[in-house]
């Protein structure tokens, strides 16, 4: 019963009930998956992982259209990708950890775009309506917009719009508002484990909202450790988390945080999250190296 409750005690609506349509991938299949994005057009998923080709892209469907990215040294090689994104004119964008660079693929895998200056560990990614790409720089403690002609892989304008961050690695762009939500990680002192704290940014970069673990801990009935985050069509903030398996509406950012489980079972380490066109919910679970869509 604890689990609907918000600060004020009373019982708020989930948005949706969801349920599992979907489940892709799996040991073999996919390896320590890291990121996952939807195309906002075709609805095919875009999945990072660790095994031979770097990233498979799915069809709507499920059947596994293509694979690409081996590890190595070439321009189309991927060492380590950390996340992914796919814009809205069809391009697959991931982090590469590996050389710490940013690099861009067709949907056949041919890739167009290298971008390996200026950045010390970039981490998570997310595409806005206009294919500019919002990316974390982790080391940096850094958030950067990267503008780019895709078709033509000409690189026109890479800025950082925030910095002063603490680590963030996850971030989203709400497609309607133009906020921006990043996950920051911070460092533990002691043996303790280290915590998470969301921040929210307007279209102009202005901080709207925050909430590190231990102000949602005396809100909530269970300690958040959040790993990926997204937003939803009507701009909620939803984030994945590890200690309770669970993906939680956190609500808009003019109300945040309020709490409302949508997935609460099912889940073994949810580390990606995005939305399909079709309002389906998509978790990368990387405890058992699966996708799982939902949808109500």
Same mark, same amino acid.
């Given at each position: 019963?604890?689990?609907?409750?918000?600060? $004020?005690?009373a &019982?708020?609506? !989930?948005?949706? =009930?969801l349920? /599992?349509?979907?489940? %892709?991938?799996?040991?073999?299949?996919?390896?320590?998956?890291?990121?996952?994005?939807?195309?906002p057009?075709?609805?095919?998923?875009?999945?990072?992982?660790?095994?031979?080709?770097?990233?498979?892209?799915?069809?709507?469907?499920?059947?596994?259209?293509?694979?690409?990215?081996?590890?190595?040294?070439?321009?189309?090689?991927?060492?380590?990708?950390?996340?992914?994104?796919?814009?809205s004119?069809?391009?697959?964008?991931?982090?590469?950890?590996?050389?710490c660079?940013?690099?861009?693929?067709?949907?056949? $895998?041919r890739? &167009?775009?290298? !971008?390996?200056? =200026?950045?010390? /560990?970039?981490?998570? %990614?997310?595409?806005?309506?206009?294919?500019?790409?919002?990316?974390?720089?982790s080391?940096?403690?850094?958030?950067?917009?990267?503008?780019a002609?895709?078709?033509?892989?000409?690189?026109?304008?890479?800025?950082?719009?925030?910095?002063?961050?603490?680590?963030?690695?996850?971030?989203?762009?709400?497609?309607?508002?133009?906020a921006?939500?990043?996950?920051e990680?911070?460092?533990?002192?002691?043996p303790s484990?280290?915590?998470?704290?969301?921040?929210?940014?307007?279209?102009e970069?202005?901080?709207?909202?925050?909430?590190?673990?231990?102000?949602?801990?005396?809100?909530?009935?269970?300690?958040?450790?959040?790993?990926?985050?997204?937003?939803?069509?009507?701009?909620?903030?939803?984030?994945?988390?590890?200690?309770?398996?669970a993906?939680?509406?956190?609500?808009?950012?003019?109300?945040?945080?309020?709490?409302?489980?949508?997935?609460?079972?099912?889940?073994?380490?949810?580390?990606?999250?995005?939305?399909?066109?079709?309002?389906?919910?998509?978790?990368?679970?990387?405890g058992?190296?699966?996708?799982?869509?939902?949808?109500?």
């Amino acid at each position: 019963s604890a689990l609907g409750r918000s600060g $004020g005690g009373a &019982v708020t609506p !989930v948005p949706t =009930g969801l349920g /599992l349509r979907l489940c %892709l991938g799996g040991w073999g299949s996919l390896v320590n998956p890291t990121g996952v994005a939807a195309c906002p057009g075709s609805g095919r998923l875009a999945v990072a992982h660790d095994g031979k080709k770097r990233i498979h892209v799915f069809e709507p469907s499920g059947f596994c259209l293509r694979r690409f990215g081996e590890r190595g040294d070439a321009s189309n090689d991927i060492k380590y990708p950390l996340d992914v994104a796919v814009t809205s004119d069809g391009h697959v964008v991931v982090t590469d950890g590996g050389d710490c660079s940013v690099k861009a693929f067709d949907f056949e $895998g041919r890739g &167009v775009l290298a !971008v390996r200056e =200026g950045f010390c /560990l970039p981490w998570g %990614l997310d595409a806005t309506p206009m294919s500019e790409i919002i990316l974390t720089d982790s080391e940096a403690g850094a958030l950067y917009r990267l503008t780019a002609d895709f078709q033509r892989g000409e690189l026109k304008k890479c800025q950082m719009i925030r910095s002063r961050l603490v680590s963030p690695r996850a971030v989203a762009v709400c497609q309607t508002s133009g906020a921006v939500v990043v996950i920051e990680h911070l460092k533990a002192r002691g043996p303790s484990k280290g915590s998470t704290r969301v921040k929210i940014f307007s279209a102009e970069m202005d901080l709207i909202g925050q909430m590190d673990s231990f102000g949602l801990n005396l809100v909530f009935p269970s300690r958040i450790h959040a790993t990926a985050v997204a937003f939803d069509k009507e701009g909620r903030v939803i984030v994945t988390d590890v200690c309770s398996q669970a993906v939680i509406c956190l609500g808009k950012p003019e109300e945040f945080p309020i709490f409302n489980p949508l997935i609460s079972h099912g889940l073994s380490y949810p580390v990606g999250l995005t939305y399909m066109a079709n309002d389906s919910l998509v978790v990368l679970d990387s405890g058992d190296h699966s996708i799982k869509v939902y949808s109500s």
